[in-house]
């Protein structure tokens, strides 16, 4: 009977699904070396990642991952900074898209001196009126 357990753990074994490895995290002194050397060159041919990998104490696939994710976080950053400028654009837009709104409520409410003069009085009500149009309630 003992030999029927230790056949089907090992056969279990054999067909269980692999684990993920863990997350290694690298030295300060490695991550430094790393970034200066992408700072300098973007990609790394096999002999260069191969001699960067001996250099810093790494197999040549974690310097490969490495430059691999950075070169996207770097595009990640570039996209995500182009996208808020273009928000702010956009707002900036909106914003005077509003104010043009606001001036033309306001000139239709009072037009201009030149082109209806007023008496005294008509000067008091446009006065009035442009103060009643901006009032918050």
């Known amino acids: 009977m ?5 056949a089907m ?9 692999p684990r993920r490895k863990r997350r290694v995290l690298f030295a300060q002194a490695q991550t430094q ?28 696939n974690q310097v490969k991952i490495w430059f691999q994710n950075h070169r996207y976080k770097l595009k990640r950053a570039a996209r995500d900074t182009s996208t808020d400028s273009e ?17 033309q409520v306001h000139q239709d ?9 007023h008496t005294d009085s008509e000067a008091h009500n446009h006065v009035i009126g442009a103060s009643l149009l901006y009032r918050t309630w």
């Open 2 to 6: 003992e030999s029927g357990k230790s």
């Open 9 to 17: 753990s090992l056969h279990a074994a054999l067909h269980a699904a």
């Open 33 to 60: 070396a790393l970034e200066r050397r992408f700072k300098q060159q973007r990609y790394l041919s096999a002999p260069q990642r191969e001699q960067l990998a001996a250099l810093v104490q790494l197999t040549p």
């Open 87 to 103: 928000h702010e654009s956009k707002k900036t837009c909106a914003q005077a898209h509003q104010e043009r709104e606001e001036n």
């Open 109 to 117: 409410m009072c037009p201009s001196p030149a082109l209806q003069p």
